[in-house]
C-alpha cells in the first residue's frame, strides 16, 4: 500500500497543478491552444496510470511497472514540452 501512495499521492498533485493551469490559460491565443492539448494529455496519462493501479490492486493483479515508468516518462517529456512552448 505504501508503493501505491507513493506514485499515487504525485500523480494527484500533478493532475491539480494541471488543472489550475488550465483554468488560467486564454484559449484564444495559439500558445495558449498548445499548452492546453499538452496539459491536457498529462491529466490523462496520470489519469490512466491511477486508473490502471486502482484496477490492479481490485482484481488482484501485480503492478506492471514498465508501464508505470514509461507513462511517468511521458509525463515528464511533456511538462519539459511546455516549459519550451512558451
Known amino acids: 500500500m505504501l508503493k501505491i501512495k507513493r506514485i ?3 500523480l494527484i498533485l500533478i493532475q491539480a ?4 493551469v488550465l483554468w488560467t490559460l486564454d484559449s484564444v491565443n495559439r500558445a495558449s491552444q498548445e499548452i492546453i492539448t499538452l496539459f491536457l494529455a498529462i491529466d490523462l ?4 496510470v491511477i486508473a490502471h ?6 482484481e488482484g493483479l501485480t503492478l ?3 508501464w508505470i515508468i514509461v507513462a511517468g516518462v511521458a509525463i515528464l517529456l511533456l ?5 519550451f512552448v512558451t
Open 79 to 83: 511538462l519539459l514540452t511546455t516549459v
Open 17 to 20: 497543478v494541471s488543472v489550475l
Open 53 to 58: 493501479i486502482y484496477r490492479s490492486g481490485r
Open 8 to 10: 499515487v499521492v504525485p
Open 64 to 66: 506492471r511497472r514498465h
Open 45 to 48: 496519462l496520470s489519469f490512466a
